[in-house]
């Protein structure tokens, strides 16, 4: 079991191009607009829903994001005065403390996990034969796995799917 986090702006019209990013995205939202963040589980670390679709155009790498994914872009979207985090339980989550907690090295990622529980690897995710769009932007997956990635000393999923 783990927490689900969401963020929001209360300016409409920023809210509005998010939403319509997650939708090309095909990114998860609930019903009324806040935007998925990532997922905490005790004894693991944060693990951020990148909210970026990466495809290869004819040669050409397109880029569809949310935010930056780096402590800074992200401590920026989310200090912004006019937005708002919340858990999947309704609970409004104060800013500092959820960076905290989200920025933490304590736990263990989920490519420590499968490399050192093999039944796990069932959950790789698999690019079946094509290029893996997140290489080609320059991330390097954790412990040589191929599910999550690190950067900036985040854990990200290379899925926009959460459970």
Request: a negative charge.
């Amino acid at each position: 079991m783990g927490t689900n986090y969401y963020f929001r702006t209360r300016f409409k019209g920023i809210q509005e191009s998010y939403l319509q990013k997650i939708k090309e995205i095909g990114g998860r939202t609930l019903s009324d607009g806040w935007i998925h963040l990532g997922k905490k589980s005790a004894g693991w670390r944060f693990c951020w829903n990148p909210n970026t679709k990466v495809r290869v155009l004819r040669g050409k790498t397109v880029v569809i994001q949310i935010y930056p994914l780096s402590q800074q872009g992200i401590q920026t979207l989310l200090m912004d005065p006019f937005t708002d985090i919340e858990d999947e339980y309704g609970e409004i989550q104060d800013k500092s403390e959820f960076l905290d907690m989200a920025f933490s090295k304590k736990g263990i990622s989920g490519d420590t996990y499968r490399l050192t529980h093999p039944e796990a690897s069932t959950f790789d995710y698999i690019f079946h034969g094509r290029q893996d769009p997140w290489k080609l932007l320059g991330y390097s997956f954790m412990d040589g796995g191929s599910y999550d990635f690190e950067n900036d000393g985040l854990i990200f999923s290379v899925d926009n799917n959460f459970s």
